[in-house]
T-cell receptor
Framework: TQLLEQSPQFLSIQEGENLTVYCNSS?????LQWYRQEPGEGPVLLVT?????EVKKLKRLTFQFGDARKDSSLHITAAQPGDTGLYLC????????????FGKGTLLTVNP | AAGVIQSPRHLIKEKRETATLKCYPI?????VYWYQQGPGQDPQFLIS???????DKGSIPDRFSAQQFSDYHSELNMSSLELGDSALYFC???????????????FGPGTRLTVL
């Protein structure tokens, strides 16, 4: 069974601060996706990383996929209250199926 | 852009009753996935279908069954409901890529099932 360890589990910061969320596994993933989820709503796809060492930027969000494709990080610069939410990383095993294995999530609160 | 549609959004059932959840994937998406998310938990994969055939099975109880129809919509049937089945049920859809080794799953808004 592939497991994704996500840290920290909870993060409360002030507006304008920077933060990094980590997603680690002992398994190799063919791709890794980051989602953001609001309470009672479905996860919204932020980005997919595929290539080892890949870095993708989405405005103030920077996503990195580890060289060995076992870990990933999400860095947010100058966080805003609108960034508040549950951030989930999810790895896909590829092959004949593409089911996602999710991390436990990081609940981010950005205080004004 | 069209998104994944799930119905109903909320459902309340009694123990031992049955429930049917529906999912309409994004147009031209041929793969559907079902996930269960308990309170404070991450989504857990239940089952998936590709071109109307079951493609993978996760931690889906024997009391649950699902299928994908010719128009690619999917239904999750849940029988003999238990209190522990109360959760958010998400459907996700994707388009199986021909050349690349990954796909992206897009989630619906979910159905909140409450079993009393």
């Amino acid at each position: 069974t592939q497991l994704l360890e996500q840290s920290p589990q909870f993060l409360s910061i002030q507006e304008g601060e920077n933060l990094t969320v980590y997603c680690n596994s002992s398994s190799v993933f063919s791709s890794l996706q980051w989602y953001r989820q609001e309470p009672g709503e479905g996860p919204v796809l932020l980005v997919t990383v595929v290539t080892g060492g890949e870095v993708k930027k989405l405005k103030r969000l920077t996503f990195q996929f580890g060289d060995a494709r076992k870990d990933s990080s999400l860095h947010i610069t100058a966080a805003q209250p609108g960034d508040t939410g549950l951030y989930l990383c999810a790895g896909a095993s590829g092959g004949s199926n593409y089911k996602l294995t999710f991390g436990k999530g990081t609940l981010l609160t950005v205080n004004p | 852009a069209a998104g994944v549609i799930q119905s109903p959004r909320h459902l309340i059932k009694e123990k031992r009753e049955t429930a049917t959840l529906k999912c309409y994937p994004i147009p031209r998406h041929d793969t559907v996935y079902w996930y269960q998310q308990g309170p404070g938990q991450d989504p857990q994969f239940l089952i998936s279908f590709y071109e109307k055939m079951q493609s993978d099975k996760g931690s889906i109880p024997d009391r649950f069954s699902a299928q994908q129809f010719s128009d690619y919509h999917s239904e999750l049937n849940m029988s003999s409901l238990e209190l522990g089945d109360s959760a958010l049920y998400f459907c996700a859809s994707s388009s199986r890529p021909l050349a690349s080794s990954y796909n992206e799953q897009f989630f619906g808004p979910g159905t909140r099932l409450t079993v009393l």
